[in-house]
Protein backbone atom coordinates (compact mmCIF):
# COMPACT_ATOMS: atom_id res chain seq x y z
CA UNK A 1 0.00 0.00 0.00
CA UNK A 2 1.36 3.13 -0.97
CA UNK A 3 0.04 6.90 0.07
CA UNK A 4 -0.67 9.95 -2.20
CA UNK A 5 -1.03 13.63 -1.14
CA UNK A 6 -4.44 15.47 -1.78
CA UNK A 7 -2.89 17.91 -3.63
CA UNK A 8 -0.98 15.75 -6.49
CA UNK A 9 2.81 15.52 -4.89
CA UNK A 10 3.93 12.80 -7.40
CA UNK A 11 5.99 10.57 -4.76
CA UNK A 12 4.37 7.60 -3.59
CA UNK A 13 5.18 7.12 -0.02
CA UNK A 14 4.93 4.09 2.32
CA UNK A 15 3.38 3.93 5.78
CA UNK A 16 6.39 3.89 7.70
CA UNK A 17 8.06 7.42 5.48
CA UNK A 18 4.45 9.30 6.63
CA UNK A 19 3.99 7.91 9.73
CA UNK A 20 6.13 10.66 11.75
CA UNK A 21 5.39 13.52 8.89
CA UNK A 22 2.17 16.09 8.93
CA UNK A 23 1.52 17.63 5.88
CA UNK A 24 2.80 16.37 2.54
CA UNK A 25 4.83 18.57 0.99
CA UNK A 26 2.69 20.15 -1.24
CA UNK A 27 0.95 21.38 1.83
CA UNK A 28 -1.76 18.39 0.98
CA UNK A 29 -3.18 15.22 3.42
CA UNK A 30 -1.95 11.64 2.81
CA UNK A 31 -4.56 9.18 1.70
CA UNK A 32 -3.89 5.82 0.90
CA UNK A 33 -3.92 5.21 -3.17
CA UNK A 34 -6.89 3.30 -3.09
CA UNK A 35 -9.12 2.01 -0.29
CA UNK A 36 -8.86 -2.12 0.11
CA UNK A 37 -12.64 -3.64 -0.11
CA UNK A 38 -13.80 -6.15 2.42
CA UNK A 39 -16.61 -8.10 1.44
CA UNK A 40 -19.27 -9.83 3.40
CA UNK A 41 -16.83 -12.96 3.53
CA UNK A 42 -14.28 -11.20 5.19
CA UNK A 43 -16.91 -9.88 7.70
CA UNK A 44 -18.12 -12.75 8.68
CA UNK A 45 -14.44 -13.72 9.42
CA UNK A 46 -13.90 -10.69 11.57
CA UNK A 47 -17.31 -11.00 13.11
CA UNK A 48 -16.38 -12.22 16.57
CA UNK A 49 -12.39 -10.98 16.82
CA UNK A 50 -10.93 -9.87 19.92
CA UNK A 51 -10.15 -5.65 19.59
CA UNK A 52 -6.48 -5.87 19.14
CA UNK A 53 -7.38 -8.85 16.60
CA UNK A 54 -9.82 -7.08 14.68
CA UNK A 55 -7.10 -3.68 14.19
CA UNK A 56 -4.41 -6.12 12.99
CA UNK A 57 -6.31 -7.08 9.93
CA UNK A 58 -7.36 -3.94 9.55
CA UNK A 59 -3.83 -1.94 9.81
CA UNK A 60 -2.32 -4.81 7.92
CA UNK A 61 -4.42 -4.01 4.93
CA UNK A 62 -2.38 -0.35 4.80
CA UNK A 63 0.90 -1.55 6.54
CA UNK A 64 3.35 -3.40 4.69
CA UNK A 65 6.50 -2.37 5.91
CA UNK A 66 6.42 -3.62 9.80
CA UNK A 67 6.57 -7.15 9.88
CA UNK A 68 3.40 -8.84 10.72
CA UNK A 69 4.38 -10.43 14.16
CA UNK A 70 5.76 -6.88 15.10
CA UNK A 71 2.58 -4.77 13.91
CA UNK A 72 0.57 -8.02 15.60
CA UNK A 73 2.80 -7.36 19.24
CA UNK A 74 2.08 -3.27 18.96
CA UNK A 75 -1.41 -3.88 18.85
CA UNK A 76 -2.07 -6.41 21.28
CA UNK A 77 0.02 -4.04 24.07
CA UNK A 78 -2.41 -1.29 22.75
CA UNK A 79 -5.58 -2.36 22.98
CA UNK A 80 -5.57 -4.12 26.19
CA UNK A 81 -8.41 -4.35 29.01
CA UNK A 82 -5.68 -3.00 31.74
CA UNK A 83 -5.51 0.49 29.53
CA UNK A 84 -9.07 0.45 28.84
CA UNK A 85 -11.09 -0.84 31.29
CA UNK A 86 -12.82 -3.37 28.93
CA UNK A 87 -12.33 -6.61 27.49
CA UNK A 88 -14.37 -5.28 24.26
CA UNK A 89 -12.39 -1.89 24.84
CA UNK A 90 -15.28 0.14 22.77
CA UNK A 91 -18.03 -1.57 24.53
CA UNK A 92 -21.95 -0.43 23.24
CA UNK A 93 -25.08 0.51 25.64
CA UNK A 94 -28.19 0.22 24.18
CA UNK A 95 -30.71 2.90 24.91
CA UNK A 96 -33.74 2.61 23.56
CA UNK A 97 -34.41 -0.55 20.71
CA UNK A 98 -31.94 1.02 17.52
CA UNK A 99 -30.29 3.43 19.69
CA UNK A 100 -26.76 2.86 20.89
CA UNK A 101 -23.97 4.60 22.66
CA UNK A 102 -20.54 3.54 21.57
CA UNK A 103 -17.96 4.12 24.61
CA UNK A 104 -15.01 5.58 23.32
CA UNK A 105 -13.50 7.36 26.43
CA UNK A 106 -12.39 4.42 28.91
CA UNK A 107 -9.02 4.92 28.28
CA UNK A 108 -6.58 6.81 30.37
CA UNK A 109 -7.38 10.54 29.51
CA UNK A 110 -11.28 9.84 29.54
CA UNK A 111 -11.53 10.96 25.85
CA UNK A 112 -11.55 9.04 22.04
CA UNK A 113 -8.45 10.49 21.25
CA UNK A 114 -6.49 8.23 23.13
CA UNK A 115 -8.00 5.14 20.76
CA UNK A 116 -5.77 6.26 18.32
CA UNK A 117 -2.79 8.17 20.33
CA UNK A 118 -1.94 5.18 22.31
CA UNK A 119 -1.66 3.10 19.48
CA UNK A 120 0.71 6.31 17.78
CA UNK A 121 2.85 6.27 21.33
CA UNK A 122 3.89 2.52 20.74
CA UNK A 123 4.37 2.98 16.54
CA UNK A 124 6.72 6.17 16.93
CA UNK A 125 8.45 4.43 19.75
CA UNK A 126 9.05 1.58 17.41
CA UNK A 127 9.67 3.27 14.46
CA UNK A 128 12.27 5.41 16.05
CA UNK A 129 14.05 2.71 18.01
CA UNK A 130 14.16 0.83 13.99
CA UNK A 131 15.35 3.94 12.54
CA UNK A 132 17.99 4.94 15.77
CA UNK A 133 16.76 8.37 15.88
CA UNK A 134 14.55 10.86 18.81
CA UNK A 135 11.89 12.81 18.14
CA UNK A 136 10.88 16.28 20.19
CA UNK A 137 7.14 16.58 20.04
CA UNK A 138 5.93 20.23 20.23
CA UNK A 139 2.39 20.82 20.49
CA UNK A 140 -0.65 23.63 21.63
CA UNK A 141 -3.43 22.16 23.10
CA UNK A 142 -6.47 23.40 24.69
CA UNK A 143 -7.48 20.72 26.67
CA UNK A 144 -7.96 16.65 24.97
CA UNK A 145 -5.44 16.44 22.20
CA UNK A 146 -2.67 17.48 24.47
CA UNK A 147 -3.22 15.52 27.48
CA UNK A 148 -3.82 12.17 25.02
CA UNK A 149 -0.45 12.69 23.49
CA UNK A 150 0.92 13.09 26.97
CA UNK A 151 0.07 10.02 28.17
CA UNK A 152 0.51 8.21 24.95
CA UNK A 153 3.97 9.08 24.85
CA UNK A 154 4.89 9.09 28.80
CA UNK A 155 8.18 6.84 29.67
CA UNK A 156 8.59 6.03 25.52
CA UNK A 157 12.40 5.84 24.56
CA UNK A 158 13.28 8.52 22.08
CA UNK A 159 10.03 10.53 22.25
CA UNK A 160 10.07 13.85 24.10
CA UNK A 161 6.57 15.95 24.76
CA UNK A 162 6.57 19.95 24.60
CA UNK A 163 3.22 20.51 25.19
CA UNK A 164 2.13 24.53 24.95
CA UNK A 165 -1.25 25.54 26.87
CA UNK A 166 -2.96 28.28 27.87
CA UNK A 167 -2.12 29.44 31.38
CA UNK A 168 -4.83 29.20 33.52
CA UNK A 169 -7.31 28.60 31.15
CA UNK A 170 -7.71 24.82 31.04
CA UNK A 171 -10.34 23.07 33.83
CA UNK A 172 -9.17 22.30 36.93
CA UNK A 173 -9.43 18.96 36.05
CA UNK A 174 -7.79 19.16 32.69
CA UNK A 175 -4.68 20.62 34.15
CA UNK A 176 -4.29 18.31 36.87
CA UNK A 177 -4.45 15.74 34.02
CA UNK A 178 -1.68 17.20 32.64
CA UNK A 179 0.34 18.66 35.01
CA UNK A 180 0.66 16.14 37.55
CA UNK A 181 2.59 13.54 35.05
CA UNK A 182 6.14 13.72 36.22
CA UNK A 183 7.89 11.71 34.08
CA UNK A 184 11.09 12.87 32.20
CA UNK A 185 9.97 13.07 29.09
CA UNK A 186 6.92 15.30 29.47
CA UNK A 187 7.28 18.89 29.13
CA UNK A 188 4.09 21.18 30.28
CA UNK A 189 4.60 24.90 29.26
CA UNK A 190 1.88 27.22 30.11
CA UNK A 191 1.50 29.88 27.85
CA UNK A 192 0.38 33.79 29.27
CA UNK A 193 -1.95 34.05 26.57
CA UNK A 194 -5.02 32.29 24.68
CA UNK A 195 -5.02 29.00 22.68
CA UNK A 196 -4.17 30.84 19.38
CA UNK A 197 -1.02 32.32 20.69
CA UNK A 198 0.23 28.89 21.91
CA UNK A 199 -1.01 27.82 18.15
CA UNK A 200 1.37 30.42 16.86
CA UNK A 201 4.39 29.78 18.66
CA UNK A 202 4.22 25.96 17.62
CA UNK A 203 4.22 27.49 13.83
CA UNK A 204 6.62 30.27 14.54
CA UNK A 205 9.26 26.90 15.59
CA UNK A 206 8.30 24.63 13.09
CA UNK A 207 8.78 27.56 10.42
CA UNK A 208 11.98 27.83 11.35
CA UNK A 209 13.61 25.00 9.62
CA UNK A 210 17.18 24.74 10.73
CA UNK A 211 16.05 25.01 14.26
CA UNK A 212 13.27 22.33 13.27
CA UNK A 213 15.95 19.96 11.88
CA UNK A 214 18.61 20.46 14.09
CA UNK A 215 16.15 19.12 17.06
CA UNK A 216 13.72 17.17 15.00
CA UNK A 217 10.24 18.32 15.99
CA UNK A 218 7.56 16.64 15.21
CA UNK A 219 3.71 17.35 15.99
CA UNK A 220 1.03 14.96 16.59
CA UNK A 221 -1.63 16.32 15.31
CA UNK A 222 -5.18 15.06 13.80
CA UNK A 223 -3.98 14.85 10.02
CA UNK A 224 -1.57 12.31 11.16
CA UNK A 225 -2.97 9.47 9.14
CA UNK A 226 -1.81 6.96 11.42
CA UNK A 227 -4.39 8.04 13.75
CA UNK A 228 -7.33 8.04 11.62
CA UNK A 229 -6.01 4.31 10.72
CA UNK A 230 -6.53 3.77 14.26
CA UNK A 231 -10.21 4.96 14.29
CA UNK A 232 -11.18 3.33 11.53
CA UNK A 233 -11.47 0.00 14.01
CA UNK A 234 -13.97 1.07 15.82
CA UNK A 235 -16.49 1.70 13.35
CA UNK A 236 -16.07 -2.08 12.37
CA UNK A 237 -15.85 -3.35 16.17
CA UNK A 238 -19.40 -1.12 16.50
CA UNK A 239 -20.66 -2.62 13.76
CA UNK A 240 -20.40 -5.99 14.66
CA UNK A 241 -21.57 -5.51 17.89
CA UNK A 242 -25.00 -3.57 16.50
CA UNK A 243 -25.57 -6.02 13.82
CA UNK A 244 -25.97 -9.97 13.16
CA UNK A 245 -25.82 -10.30 9.74
CA UNK A 246 -23.03 -9.24 7.53
CA UNK A 247 -25.02 -6.94 4.95
CA UNK A 248 -27.19 -5.01 7.66
CA UNK A 249 -26.96 -1.22 7.55
CA UNK A 250 -26.78 0.78 10.30
CA UNK A 251 -25.68 4.69 10.74
CA UNK A 252 -23.38 6.60 12.92
CA UNK A 253 -23.50 9.68 14.57
CA UNK A 254 -20.83 11.82 15.24
CA UNK A 255 -19.79 15.09 17.47
CA UNK A 256 -17.24 16.64 15.12
CA UNK A 257 -14.72 19.27 15.24
CA UNK A 258 -11.79 18.45 13.14
CA UNK A 259 -13.74 15.83 10.54
CA UNK A 260 -11.03 13.75 11.79
CA UNK A 261 -13.35 10.83 13.42
CA UNK A 262 -15.87 11.05 11.00
CA UNK A 263 -13.35 10.78 8.49
CA UNK A 264 -12.46 7.30 9.79
CA UNK A 265 -16.27 6.96 9.47
CA UNK A 266 -15.71 7.66 5.37
CA UNK A 267 -12.66 5.36 5.48
CA UNK A 268 -14.30 2.45 6.74
CA UNK A 269 -17.53 3.02 4.66
CA UNK A 270 -15.33 3.40 1.24
CA UNK A 271 -13.67 -0.30 2.52
CA UNK A 272 -17.24 -1.70 2.05
CA UNK A 273 -18.26 -1.81 5.96
CA UNK A 274 -22.83 -1.63 5.77
CA UNK A 275 -22.78 1.98 6.76
CA UNK A 276 -26.00 4.35 5.50
CA UNK A 277 -25.20 7.23 7.04
CA UNK A 278 -22.68 9.39 8.37
CA UNK A 279 -24.54 11.97 10.92
CA UNK A 280 -22.01 14.66 11.52
CA UNK A 281 -22.90 16.84 14.51
CA UNK A 282 -21.82 19.89 15.43
CA UNK A 283 -22.07 22.66 17.74
CA UNK A 284 -22.61 26.41 17.40
CA UNK A 285 -19.01 26.38 15.85
CA UNK A 286 -20.73 25.08 11.94
CA UNK A 287 -18.47 25.15 9.51
CA UNK A 288 -19.08 22.03 8.48
CA UNK A 289 -22.98 21.68 8.89
CA UNK A 290 -22.84 24.58 6.95
CA UNK A 291 -21.10 23.05 4.01
CA UNK A 292 -23.34 20.14 4.22
CA UNK A 293 -26.23 22.02 4.01
CA UNK A 294 -25.38 24.74 1.23
CA UNK A 295 -22.44 23.34 -0.44
CA UNK A 296 -20.19 26.78 1.00
CA UNK A 297 -17.25 25.82 2.89
CA UNK A 298 -16.49 29.37 4.89
CA UNK A 299 -13.69 29.22 7.17
CA UNK A 300 -14.10 31.35 10.59
CA UNK A 301 -11.89 34.13 11.73
CA UNK A 302 -10.62 33.19 15.33
CA UNK A 303 -12.90 36.44 16.61
CA UNK A 304 -15.91 34.57 14.97
CA UNK A 305 -15.30 30.99 16.84
CA UNK A 306 -17.48 30.61 20.04
CA UNK A 307 -16.01 29.46 23.02
CA UNK A 308 -18.80 26.68 23.60
CA UNK A 309 -19.62 23.95 26.41
CA UNK A 310 -18.31 21.56 23.79
CA UNK A 311 -15.31 22.90 23.85
CA UNK A 312 -13.31 20.20 21.79
CA UNK A 313 -15.54 20.61 19.10
CA UNK A 314 -14.75 24.88 18.63
CA UNK A 315 -13.28 25.18 15.68
CA UNK A 316 -12.81 27.57 12.71
CA UNK A 317 -11.22 25.22 10.55
CA UNK A 318 -11.70 21.57 9.88
CA UNK A 319 -8.03 20.47 9.08
CA UNK A 320 -9.24 16.95 7.81
CA UNK A 321 -11.47 18.09 5.68
CA UNK A 322 -9.57 17.96 2.71
CA UNK A 323 -9.35 14.58 2.48
CA UNK A 324 -13.27 13.56 2.03
CA UNK A 325 -13.18 16.44 -0.31
CA UNK A 326 -10.46 15.02 -2.44
CA UNK A 327 -12.94 11.95 -2.41
CA UNK A 328 -15.67 13.64 -3.17
CA UNK A 329 -14.20 15.12 -6.24
CA UNK A 330 -13.12 11.88 -7.90
CA UNK A 331 -9.62 12.43 -6.46
CA UNK A 332 -8.95 15.38 -8.57
CA UNK A 333 -5.84 17.00 -7.14
CA UNK A 334 -5.99 19.82 -8.87
CA UNK A 335 -9.61 20.67 -8.52
CA UNK A 336 -8.60 20.33 -4.76
CA UNK A 337 -5.44 22.53 -4.13
CA UNK A 338 -7.47 25.37 -6.36
CA UNK A 339 -10.48 24.67 -3.98
CA UNK A 340 -8.20 25.00 -0.51
CA UNK A 341 -6.49 27.99 -1.80
CA UNK A 342 -9.18 30.07 -0.37
CA UNK A 343 -10.57 30.26 2.92
CA UNK A 344 -13.79 30.00 1.67
CA UNK A 345 -15.00 28.25 -1.75
CA UNK A 346 -18.59 26.89 -2.73
CA UNK A 347 -18.52 23.32 -5.01
CA UNK A 348 -20.71 23.29 -8.19
CA UNK A 349 -23.91 22.04 -8.18
CA UNK A 350 -22.98 18.42 -9.92
CA UNK A 351 -20.40 18.19 -7.24
CA UNK A 352 -22.73 19.10 -4.05
CA UNK A 353 -25.18 16.36 -5.83
CA UNK A 354 -22.48 13.65 -4.92
CA UNK A 355 -22.67 14.06 -1.71
CA UNK A 356 -25.36 11.46 -0.57
CA UNK A 357 -23.88 8.62 -2.37
CA UNK A 358 -21.10 9.40 0.53
CA UNK A 359 -23.34 8.60 2.72
CA UNK A 360 -23.63 12.46 4.48
CA UNK A 361 -25.95 13.97 6.64
CA UNK A 362 -25.48 16.77 9.00
CA UNK A 363 -26.96 19.23 11.76
CA UNK A 364 -26.00 21.03 14.59
CA UNK A 365 -26.76 21.47 18.49
CA UNK A 366 -26.69 24.90 21.14
CA UNK A 367 -26.16 24.84 24.54
CA UNK A 368 -29.71 24.71 25.05
CA UNK A 369 -29.66 21.38 23.24
CA UNK A 370 -27.12 19.82 25.20
CA UNK A 371 -28.52 20.30 28.57
CA UNK A 372 -31.76 18.80 26.93
CA UNK A 373 -30.45 16.29 25.92
CA UNK A 374 -28.17 15.18 29.02
CA UNK A 375 -31.34 15.95 31.02
CA UNK A 376 -33.11 13.64 28.87
CA UNK A 377 -30.97 11.04 28.77
CA UNK A 378 -30.61 10.81 32.43
CA UNK A 379 -34.12 11.24 33.12
CA UNK A 380 -35.08 8.30 30.52
CA UNK A 381 -31.74 6.16 31.18
CA UNK A 382 -30.17 6.92 33.76
CA UNK A 383 -27.19 7.41 31.61
CA UNK A 384 -25.08 10.55 32.10
CA UNK A 385 -23.53 11.38 28.92
CA UNK A 386 -20.76 13.89 28.25
CA UNK A 387 -21.53 17.43 25.97
CA UNK A 388 -20.00 16.70 22.92
CA UNK A 389 -21.64 13.04 22.77
CA UNK A 390 -25.25 15.12 23.72
CA UNK A 391 -24.26 17.18 20.32
CA UNK A 392 -24.15 13.62 18.55
CA UNK A 393 -27.47 12.14 20.34
CA UNK A 394 -29.07 15.36 19.37
CA UNK A 395 -28.26 15.02 15.69
CA UNK A 396 -28.38 11.68 15.65
CA UNK A 397 -32.47 11.66 16.37
CA UNK A 398 -32.91 14.14 13.38
CA UNK A 399 -32.22 11.66 11.14
CA UNK A 400 -33.30 8.08 12.74
CA UNK A 401 -34.77 5.68 10.11
CA UNK A 402 -36.70 2.87 10.97
CA UNK A 403 -35.28 -0.42 10.73
CA UNK A 404 -31.54 0.99 10.49
CA UNK A 405 -29.59 0.85 14.09
CA UNK A 406 -28.02 3.98 14.57
CA UNK A 407 -24.31 3.90 16.77
CA UNK A 408 -23.69 7.42 18.73
CA UNK A 409 -20.03 7.22 19.44
CA UNK A 410 -19.34 8.60 22.79
CA UNK A 411 -16.27 10.99 23.02
CA UNK A 412 -16.22 11.79 26.49
CA UNK A 413 -16.79 10.90 29.48
CA UNK A 414 -19.03 13.54 31.91
CA UNK A 415 -16.10 13.94 34.53
CA UNK A 416 -14.43 15.97 32.16
CA UNK A 417 -17.09 18.38 31.79
CA UNK A 418 -18.12 18.25 35.03
CA UNK A 419 -19.29 22.12 35.24
CA UNK A 420 -22.04 21.52 32.40
CA UNK A 421 -23.44 18.53 34.00
CA UNK A 422 -24.01 20.06 37.08
CA UNK A 423 -25.82 22.66 34.94
CA UNK A 424 -28.39 20.11 33.53
CA UNK A 425 -28.50 18.04 36.18
CA UNK A 426 -27.45 19.56 39.47
CA UNK A 427 -25.23 16.99 40.52
CA UNK A 428 -21.83 15.92 39.83
CA UNK A 429 -21.06 12.91 37.69
CA UNK A 430 -18.95 10.21 38.69
CA UNK A 431 -15.18 9.86 38.10
CA UNK A 432 -13.40 6.62 37.21
CA UNK A 433 -11.35 5.58 40.46
CA UNK A 434 -7.78 6.04 38.87
CA UNK A 435 -8.88 10.08 38.43
CA UNK A 436 -10.06 10.65 42.01
CA UNK A 437 -8.21 13.67 43.75
CA UNK A 438 -5.80 14.42 41.28
CA UNK A 439 -6.18 17.70 41.88
CA UNK A 440 -3.78 17.31 44.69
CA UNK A 441 -1.28 15.79 43.10
CA UNK A 442 2.65 17.73 42.71
CA UNK A 443 2.39 19.15 39.25
CA UNK A 444 5.20 20.44 37.32
CA UNK A 445 4.73 23.05 34.90
CA UNK A 446 6.84 25.54 33.31
CA UNK A 447 5.28 29.22 33.37
CA UNK A 448 6.32 31.19 30.15
CA UNK A 449 5.42 34.70 28.57
CA UNK A 450 3.59 33.99 24.43
CA UNK A 451 7.41 34.23 23.27
CA UNK A 452 8.77 31.81 20.60
CA UNK A 453 12.20 32.66 21.35
CA UNK A 454 11.53 31.72 24.87
CA UNK A 455 10.08 28.52 23.98
CA UNK A 456 13.28 27.65 21.71
CA UNK A 457 15.84 28.32 24.72
CA UNK A 458 13.75 25.96 26.39
CA UNK A 459 13.56 22.70 23.74
CA UNK A 460 16.84 23.29 23.71
CA UNK A 461 17.71 22.86 27.23
CA UNK A 462 15.79 20.35 27.74
CA UNK A 463 15.38 17.94 24.35
C1 LIG B 1 -11.44 16.00 19.58
C2 LIG B 1 -12.82 15.80 20.10
C3 LIG B 1 -13.95 15.87 19.24
C4 LIG B 1 -13.83 16.21 17.78
O1 LIG B 1 -13.19 15.19 17.04
P1 LIG B 1 -12.64 15.49 15.57
O2 LIG B 1 -11.87 14.27 15.21
O3 LIG B 1 -11.77 16.70 15.69
O4 LIG B 1 -13.80 15.73 14.70
C5 LIG B 1 -15.20 15.62 19.78
N1 LIG B 1 -15.35 15.35 21.09
C6 LIG B 1 -14.30 15.29 21.95
C7 LIG B 1 -14.56 15.01 23.38
C8 LIG B 1 -13.00 15.51 21.48
O5 LIG B 1 -11.96 15.45 22.34
Known amino acids: MKYISTRGDATRRSFCEILLEGLAPDGGLYLPEQYPKVGAETLAKWRGLAYHELAFEILSLYIDDIPAADLRALVTQTYTMQVFGTRQIVPLRALEPGVYLEALSNGPTLAFKDMAMQLLGNLFEYELARRGQTLNILGATSGDTGSAAEYAMRGKTGVNVFMLSPFGRMSPFQQAQMFSLLDANIHNIAIEGVFDDC ?33 VVYYFAGYFQATTKDDEQLTFAVPTGNFGNICAGHVARMMGLPIRQLVLATNENNVLDEFFQTGTYRVRAAAETRETSSPSMDISKASNFERFVFDLLGRDAERTRELFRSVTFTITPAEFARIPGYGFVSGSSTHADRLATIRDTFARFETIIDTHTADGLKVAREHLTAGVPTIVLETALPAKFAETIV ?27 ADAAAVKTFIEAHA
Not at 207 to 221: A, E, M
Not at 423 to 449: D, H, Q, T, Y
Request: charged share 30%; net charge positive.
Open 199 to 231: QDIVKAVSNDLDFKRKHRIGTVNSINWARLLAQ
Open 423 to 449: EALGREPERPAAMRGIESLPKRCEVMA
